[in-house]
């Protein structure tokens, strides 16, 4: 039927075209360092790690994924709690004020990030912050939490009110009522903020280059960005750390799907 | 009632101060500070007060006139193609077959890899020797290989390839979301009334989809503008600023010459067309809503 | 128990009282306040103004977990992450209740309920009417004071609902239970209700037993919203001699109605309301009223005889399978002592 065949004519288009470039670099990071060079580029790698061995040893690959985990992980822990006690509030006591704040949080999320860029930097200047993980953490909580809320807010409402009624009735305090019963009901939603959140912050990039100029505490971003090379690129080693720089995120995105596009389809349908 | 007032305010305290300090607050701050004369790196030099020059001499340098246009064209080029591609994909992806989840968690990988490393990558594919876009093009003759990035015609090109690569998937998620919520039963009323797939299309299909694609072209301007990582990576704002966007610039002027007076205005000046965008849109985007309620 | 508040806006000044083991019943239309009330007692809300008694001590300062009242969600409030077992079971874990207390109750109060084989398992396993009975058995485990009950029959259908009444009369019989009970139909209320309080935009229109409410309702709003079909209503103006009832076109004759002539109604607007049931087809064709048949709707044991005459709209019961039909022109006499009598809105004796 010319249907189902235009569908997967599309369907591989549409594959091959998100695949092919990132396909591309995973590839080149596992050639030797003659396929490489070589013209025309061979498409079959010869399987050689030789270029991970590099930019591990040589750059340091690792610690700037250290880095980066931990700055991630902080950032995505902290930002779901605050976000979460906010997104309750939110969707629980409906106060006039508080739909006010949500459309400020919008707005706040546009801002462009040279727009408070100089400001942020002399602040964490002044809290001797600069080139610390809590200085650049800092700031990105401030920056996740926007989206982290407009998504925990929908799921939050997503949970009757007259369950948590139904617990204040049977005996829980409103503390007991938001642990035993609200919580385990926005679990999903939760993990989901936590996961984009830390996907965002593993990404980052303009901030942490404006933050951590000292080495020894760069994202892996910066690490990637500023990969030092004078008169030949070296390619192979780039290729490799952006490889395992977006493993861990492929393969999470790969995991998480279904609840990623529902979190970033609400947050966004919902504005 | 009162005491339910306090614990919301409890609750929601904590987010705000962060927002607070580093978002509202900087804001202020830019606003302030692009009325002085400053270098960042040198507090101590003091500040100096200058009022509207520096908007003037906004108005009047020719690389910020010129960076502005090629954020203007950045913009122009880059979101009706994204626009255009995202619902081309939201649309086979809103089809039912086996193997639609698996299409569509491969559709969220150009969004999921840092920008940074999509950078490199591009960056490597459009290499003048070992570049994977000049083999296709040229084959092995690699006398006629080109330098895309290093060629003031092309670079910008190039950038605007790399963008609308890694931001499709979610300009298509958006709208997707959208396609998904236009109920069947409109689709099946149109059938019978004697619609051709193509009319169903014009006629129940984008007119219900106009709020989705008006907030994913919301979104997307609101990124264009703020574009950065893709041309710090790949071209340093070059060859011969043909890839200075505004955000870049202002950027170069406050941390790479510490100019931080004159970069606040134009960071303020971004901030400003970000907003007039954003509310332009919301406006088109409420009455758009009025309009597909109606029916 | 005794129950007073009142409270502005929604509810206008509402004062009542319900008796120990009662089971009292709040009749209304949708946006009465009667749902708000409910919740007012069970302390999800404030009251702007008046007290609450719970056993004569105010309760309205205290939390919902402090009143020990239980209240039956019309969407159930299910907990969807936890075991039947463990939905029933949650309020006396709260209390601090050891597993081997807990146990027996739970398991006492499923058998009444008869979900036994349920118990393990989740909400959105079981059926609309499982939910429902599981909703009460929550209540039912922590013999609380009061039970409240919002609309709990309105989502099952027709036959369940049915069956359903005719056992929360006999858990109530039972259980000795003081019951507030919320809903709009008001044959459940007539049928359930020892006392009823119907309600209407916040106020209360009338207390009173089923009987009362259907025979005396104290105005049009409750004659109207009690007794299905409709009361038939019929306004106008008396005239000077109190004996004829102008409603627009048509002239009534009041006095053949009424058996005499209410003069001291004379020149003031009235509205007479006769029942469905309280219509005779007339013998001979001629009654106090007669029009030709518009309609006939034949419910198998009752039939409702839709009549045009002159204009106004009569619905009459004759449940004695004559054989009519559209078109036909009959006569209608109504029995003097059924007629209700509206002044203002407001009952009076003829």
């Known amino acids: 039927m010319k249907r189902s065949a235009a569908l997967v004519l599309f369907s591989v288009g549409i594959a091959l075209y998100c695949l092919v470039p990132f396909l591309w670099l995973v590839l080149t990071s596992l050639k030797s360092s003659a396929e490489l060079t070589a013209i025309p580029p061979k498409l079959m790698p010869s399987f050689h790690l030789g270029f991970y061995r590099s930019a591990l040893q040589n750059y340091g690959l690792l610690h700037y994924v250290g880095n980066s985990a931990i700055v991630a992980g902080a950032t995505a822990l902290i930002t779901v709690v605050l976000g979460s006690l906010a997104a309750y509030a939110i969707a629980r006591f409906k106060l006039k004020w508080t739909n006010f704040y949500l459309l ?86 939760i993990l989901t903020a936590g996961l984009l959140v830390f996907i965002h912050a593993w990404n980052e990039f303009f901030f942490a280059l404006i933050i951590m100029t000292d080495p020894t505490v760069q994202t892996l971003p910066v690490g990637i960005a500023l990969f030092p090379g004078e008169y030949t690129m070296p390619w192979g080693e780039i290729a490799a750390a952006s490889t395992i720089a977006t493993i861990p995120l492929v393969l999470l995105t790969l995991i998480f799907q279904r609840g990623i596009v529902r979190g970033l389809s609400a947050g966004a349908v919902k504005g | 009632m009162k005491s339910s007032q306090r614990l919301a305010l409890l609750f929601l305290l904590p987010s705000f101060l962060f927002i607070a300090l580093f978002s509202l607050f900087p804001i202020i701050e830019s606003l302030r500070l692009s009325f002085y004369r400053m270098i960042l790196t040198l507090p101590w030099l003091g500040q100096k007060i200058v009022g509207w020059e520096n908007y003037s001499d906004l108005l009047t340098d020719p690389v910020a006139l010129a960076s502005t246009r090629t954020t203007l064209i950045f913009i122009g ?22 193997g639609r989840g698996l299409l569509r968690a491969v559709v969220l990988i150009p969004w999921a890899i840092p920008t940074v490393v999509a950078s490199q990558m591009w960056r490597f594919i459009f290499n003048d020797r070992y570049g994977l876009v000049n083999f296709v093009l040229f084959g092995a003759d690699t006398s006629r290989y080109l330098a895309p990035l290093a060629d003031p015609h092309l670079a910008l090109a190039a950038i605007i390839i790399a963008e609308i690569w890694k931001t499709t998937p979610f300009a298509a998620l958006i709208i997707l979301a959208g396609l998904q919520s236009i109920p069947d039963d409109l689709y099946e009323a149109a059938s019978v009334d004697g619609a051709t797939p193509w009319q169903k299309f014009r006629h129940v299909t984008l007119p219900l989809l ?23 990576v790949m071209t340093q704002g070059g060859p011969a600023d043909a890839t200075n966007v505004l955000q870049f610039y202002g950027y170069k002027k406050t941390f790479g010459e510490g100019m931080i007076g004159y970069g606040s205005a134009i960071a303020v000046t971004v901030f400003f067309m970000s907003l007039l965008l954003a509310l332009a849109y919301l406006r088109a985007f409420k009455a758009s809503r009025v309009q597909g309620q109606a029916p | 128990m005794s129950k007073r508040f009142g409270a502005a806006e929604i509810l206008k000044d509402i004062s009542f009282e319900v008796a120990d083991g009662e089971f009292c019943i709040l009749l209304g239309p949708s946006g009465c306040g009667k749902s708000t009330i409910l919740r007012l007692i069970a302390g999800l809300e404030q009251p702007s103004a008046g007290k609450i008694l719970i056993d004569d001590a105010r309760v309205d ?30 309020a006396l874990r709260l209390r601090g209740m050891s597993m081997n207390d807990i146990g027996p109750k739970v398991k006492e109060a499923a058998r009444l309920l008869e979900i036994e084989e349920l118990l393990q398992r989740r909400p959105q396993a079981l059926s609309g009417g499982q939910r429902q009975r599981v909703a009460l058995g929550r209540a039912i485990v922590r013999q609380p004071r009061i039970f409240l009950f919002d609309e709990p029959l309105s989502n099952l259908d027709a036959t369940l609902r049915a069956s359903m009444r005719v056992e929360l009369a006999r858990l109530h019989r039972r259980l000795k239970a003081t019951i507030l009970y919320v809903t709009h139909d008001q044959a459940e209320a007539l049928t359930l209700g020892e006392k009823i309080v119907v309600l209407d935009r916040g106020t209360i229109q009338q207390i009173g037993r089923a009987s009362e409410i259907y025979h005396k309702p ?133």
Not at chain 2, 80 to 93: C, I, K, Q, R, S
Not at chain 3, 61 to 85: C, G, I, K
């Open chain 1, 104 to 189: 400020l949080l919008l707005v706040v999320s546009m801002f462009p990030q040279i727009a408070i860029a100089g400001p942020v930097w002399i602040i964490l200047d002044r809290l001797q912050w600069l080139n610390t993980y809590q200085g650049l953490v800092a700031a990105y909580i401030a920056l996740s939490l926007p989206l982290a809320t407009w998504i925990l807010t929908t799921f939050f409402r997503e949970v009757p009110g007259e369950i948590e009624e139904a617990a204040l009735i049977d005996g829980c305090s409103r503390l007991q009522a938001l642990y035993k019963v609200v919580l385990p009901l926005a679990a999903p939603g």
């Open chain 2, 77 to 98: 080029v880059t979101i009706p193609l994204e626009l255009f591609f995202g619902l081309g994909m939201a649309l086979v992806l809103n089809e039912a077959f086996r």
């Open chain 2, 210 to 232: 106009k709020p989705a694609l008006l907030l994913a072209l919301l979104f997307r301007t609101i990124d264009s503008l703020r574009v950065f990582d893709l041309v710090y």
């Open chain 3, 61 to 90: 300062s205290l939390a919902p977990r402090e009143r020990d009242v239980a209240f039956v969600f019309q969407n159930y409030a299910l907990y969807p992450h936890m075991t039947v077992f463990d939905n029933l079971a949650f």
């Open chain 3, 218 to 350: 104290a105005n049009l709003m409750v004659g109207r919203f009690v007794g299905s079909p409709q009361m038939n209503l019929f306004a106008g103006k008396v005239d000077d001699n109190g004996a004829i009832l102008q409603c627009n076109a048509t002239r009534l004759d009041l006095a053949g109605l009424l058996q005499s002539a209410p003069a001291r109604l004379a020149g003031r607007s009235l509205t007479v309301g006769v029942r469905p049931e309280d219509f005779h087809v007339a013998d001979d064709g001629q009654g106090w009223i007669s029009g030709e048949i518009d309609l006939i709707e034949d419910l198998g044991s009752d039939r409702f005889l839709h009549v045009k005459c002159d204009g106004i709209h009569v619905v009459a019961r004759d449940g004695r399978e004559r054989s009519f039909g559209p078109g036909d022109r009959i006569g209608l006499h109504a029995d003097s002592e059924r007629v209700h009598l509206f002044l203002d809105g407001k009952r009076i004796e003829p």
